[in-house]
Each structure stands twice: as C-alpha cells, then as structure tokens.
C-alpha cells in the first residue's frame, strides 16, 4: 500500500485563488532570469563581435600573418667535451646534461647560439638598409652611440607630452661575481640605465637616471645592495615620473620595494625611501598603470609562493591598504601587466634564479582578481625553446594599440657568467583565440582569449603599428 507522507511539500505550484500571490512571483522570476540570461548573451557576444572583427585582421593582414608564423629552432646538445666551466663541471656528474646546463656553461660550445658575438649586433646606426628596423632576439643591441644597451629587467614609459618611448633598465655595466659561496652572481648597483626612441627601435642614452649610493654603507641603493626590474609611471595629478624598483641587499633577504621621483622622465630621480609592502616579503615586482589612471603594484611574496596585488595611493607614492593575494602557492616571478579589451592578462615565469623555466600566462577580469591561469603562451616548434621562453624570462609587455590585440613582449636573456652581457628578446605577443587548458572559473563562457608570444630569429613591426586612427 501507497502511504501518502504527509510532511513532503507539494511539487506541483498551486495557482489557484489562494496561489495568485505565487504565480506572480513565478512570472517575477522567470522574468529575472530571462534578463539575466539575455544580459550574459550580450555581454558574451558583444566581446565576441569585438574579437572577430580583430580575428579577421589578424587572420588577413599579410604582416601581422607573417608575425604569426611558427618558427622552427633545433638546438642539438653536443657531444661531452673536457673542458667545462668550473660551475658546470660541478654540476655534470650527478645527471645527463641538459641543453639548460650548456646555456649556463660558459664554455659550451654553444655559448655563440645563444650569446651570438659582436659581428651580429644590432646597429641601428648602420646604413642597415634592407635590414632597418628588425629585431633579433639574444643579439648584442646597440644604442645609437654604438654601445650595447644597458636596461635589463626593464620596462617601458610613453611619455604622451613627448610622444616619445622612454626604456629603464638595470645598468650592469660592471664585473660579474658571487658575494660568498652559495651567492648568486651578482654586479654592484650602478643604478638605473634610461634609454628614448620614438620608433622603439633605435635608442639614445639618456644616461644613468638614478645612480648608486657609492659612500654609505647603509644606504638602500649602495652599490653592494640589490636594484632590480624598475619600472616608471607618469603621475598626472602631481606631474611627476615616478620610479618602483625591488631592493635588496646581496643574500636577497631585505625584500622590499624602493620608490624615487622626478619631474622629467629623463630625471635624476630623487631616491626617496624602500618599504616592505602591506607588511609582506616583496621580490619581482612590477607596476601597471590603468586606463582609469590608477597604478597597482604585482610583486612574488611569501618567499615567492604567490603574487600581491594592490593600487597605489593617488601620488603613486605609496601603497593603499588594498591586497589580494593571487596565484598562490604557484611560485611565480617577473610578472608582466597588460589589458586587452578589458580583460587583465599577465605573463610570468618560474622561480630559478638566473636560469631560464617556463613561462604561463593568466587573465583575469578584475585587476585584483580570481585570476586564472592559461598555460605556456610560447609559439616556436622547438620543445626546448618552449619550455625555456626562448631562453628568457619576462620583465614587460608594450601595448601598441594602433594594431588591436597586438604587443610586444619583452625579455630577458639572462648570463649569468656574465651578467652585463645579458641580451633581450623582444618578440610579438598576440591575442586571440581559445585557450588551450581548461579554467576554472569561467562557467564555460569564453570570457577571454589565448595568449601567444611568436619566436622569430628576425621580425619587426607591421607598417601602421604607431599610426592611431
Ligand atoms: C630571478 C629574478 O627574476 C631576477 O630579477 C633576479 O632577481 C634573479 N632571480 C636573481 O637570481
């Protein structure tokens, strides 16, 4: 027999007199669905329209075609010699070399792969012809005294008042050694190198913007102290250029953000003080500066466990209060900030000191997240080169908003052995298309696009990329 349970609540909706009450609430809510579903549609498809106006631009456009090609690199580790650095030789026994080992041995024989010598330099101020304005990733560059450039870890300022690209850097200008033993190779500060160009291809030295303390031992930037990754942002309510760099002394265990000020991008900039941020250990750091004018701070904490990121106070002087904490427990470092069409995306890179590990990219559709991480972003045939960021690592992402969803990424191609003879590799960065990895918060709407960053021996610019209409 069928015992009817007396406590189970009806299913069926009663619309009767007594129901009228619950059949409108219904209408009320079927309705709020229905809006709510339209506003996803629109919201969804308003971004696609965006996306496959850009898709069909980059898909049809010959240069940015050609930008988009994928290269082919195949790098053999060769056949094990006597002669090794001594580091190297240290490091053989234990394990087969890799083709990481060979980039790090000073004397492998294939150093000039990946340090290719002076007969190959960039020279911007050479006849180059046919040659003008291509980039070659890991060659000496020179700048337009004829002298390599010295701006490692760098970023980039346009400076709107002059229409002109101004690059910091790290000067390591100086003799590569170990503080102690178990020390990472380092070179004295020498301060921050700034480079100008209009054409982000032939540079001028402006000179060393802020220099090293030489006398005061307990100064935060004595030239036996830590002066890494500076970036510069252009305060519009105060006027001023303002400089953030990492601080450290030489075993890494300061941790902190230096801030320094100028009226002119050129400077000298007035170093003002280092804190710790909100309290926290802060390593690789960088600024983004929004549309909305307002500047946020990414730097690795908890010993490089996860990202922070908060807004600076109106002046850029300071950090607010405001933190989140991202990414974490994914040890991550060198983060570099960019928007496309209003969507947040960041590259980043492992934590192995100088040696070169895999870069991933993430978005984010709020600055101060969830973010999410889509995967390796490197486009190259080479497993190596891929999992390597093409031997580099990231310190910068330049937006060319002439060419919608297109940047240049830049990096770092550190040499440890021989710090001052670091190399960059700028290649370009494109959005566009499905992520190749599954995410975790999207509610299966595409709500952003991949990132790919195209190895190329040789590239430049499309025609028009500094033409906005
Ligand atoms: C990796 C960082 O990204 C660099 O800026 C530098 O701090 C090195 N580590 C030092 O080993």
New binding site residues.
């Given amino acids: 027999m069928r015992m009817r349970n007396k406590y189970r609540k009806p299913t069926t909706l009663r619309c009767n007199a007594a129901g009228s009450r619950c059949s409108k609430s219904v209408a009320v809510w079927s309705l709020v669905g229905c809006l709510l579903m339209l506003h996803i549609y629109y919201f969804v498809h308003q971004k696609d329209g965006k996306r496959t106006e850009n898709q069909f631009r980059m898909v049809h456009d010959p240069q940015l075609r050609e930008l988009q090609q994928v290269e082919e690199e195949n790098i053999q580790i060769p056949p094990p010699r006597g002669k090794r650095s001594p580091r190297a030789a240290k490091r053989r026994p234990k394990r087969p070399t890799t083709i990481i080992d060979e980039f790090l041995d000073e004397n492998s024989q294939l150093r000039s792969t990946f340090f290719p010598g002076e007969k190959t330099a960039i020279n911007p101020m050479n006849d180059a012809g046919n040659d003008s304005f291509f980039y070659y990733p890991g060659r000496i560059w020179l700048d337009t005294d004829g002298t390599p450039i010295q701006a490692h870890?760098g970023g980039i300022l346009y400076d709107e008042r002059t229409r002109t690209y101004y690059w910091y850097g790290?000067y390591k200008d100086g003799p590569t050694y170990h503080a102690h033993k178990k020390a990472?190779?380092?070179v004295d500060i020498i301060g921050v190198g700034c480079y100008s160009s209009t054409d982000l291809w032939k540079w001028k030295n402006e000179g060393i913007v802020l220099e090293a303390e030489e006398s005061n031992e307990t100064h935060d930037i004595h030239k036996s102290n830590?002066l890494?990754?500076p970036k510069v942002v252009y305060n519009e309510k105060t006027g001023k250029y303002v400089m953030w760099m990492?601080i450290?002394d030489a075993n890494?265990t300061k941790a902190s953000v230096g801030i320094a000020v100028s009226d002119y991008p050129t400077g000298p900039f007035n170093y003002l003080r280092s804190k710790r941020p909100h309290g926290f250990d802060s390593?690789?750091m960088t600024i983004f500066k929004d549309d909305d004018g307002v500047a946020y701070m990414v730097y690795?904490s908890e010993d490089n466990s996860e990202l922070h990121i908060g807004p600076l106070t109106e002046d850029f002087l300071d950090v607010t209060p405001t933190v989140k904490r991202v990414l974490v427990g994914q040890h991550r470092?060198?983060p570099a900030l960019f928007k496309h069409q209003g969507t947040y995306y960041m590259i980043t890179?492992g934590?192995?000191?100088?040696a070169p590990n895999e870069a991933l990219a993430h978005a984010a559709e709020s600055i101060m997240g969830p973010w999410e991480t889509m995967g390796n972003p490197c486009v190259v045939k080479s497993k190596t080169f891929r999992h390597t960021t093409f031997f580099s690592?990231s310190?910068y992402v330049i937006p060319l908003p002439a060419i919608p969803g297109t940047f240049i990424f830049m990096a770092?191609r550190?040499n440890?052995a021989d710090l001052r003879d670091s190399r960059y590799v700028w290649l370009p960065l494109i959005v566009g298309g499905p992520v190749d990895r599954p995410l975790d918060y999207n509610f299966g709407f595409p709500l952003w696009s991949r990132v790919s960053i195209y190895w190329h021996r040789k590239w430049r610019l499309p025609q028009g990329w500094n033409v906005l209409k």
Wanted: aromatic share 12%; proline share 4%; glycine share 8%.
């Fill in positions: 870890g790290e990472a190779a380092r830590v890494e990754r990492h450290d890494y390593r690789d690795s470092e060198a890179s934590c192995t000191g100088w690592q310190t770092d550190w440890p």
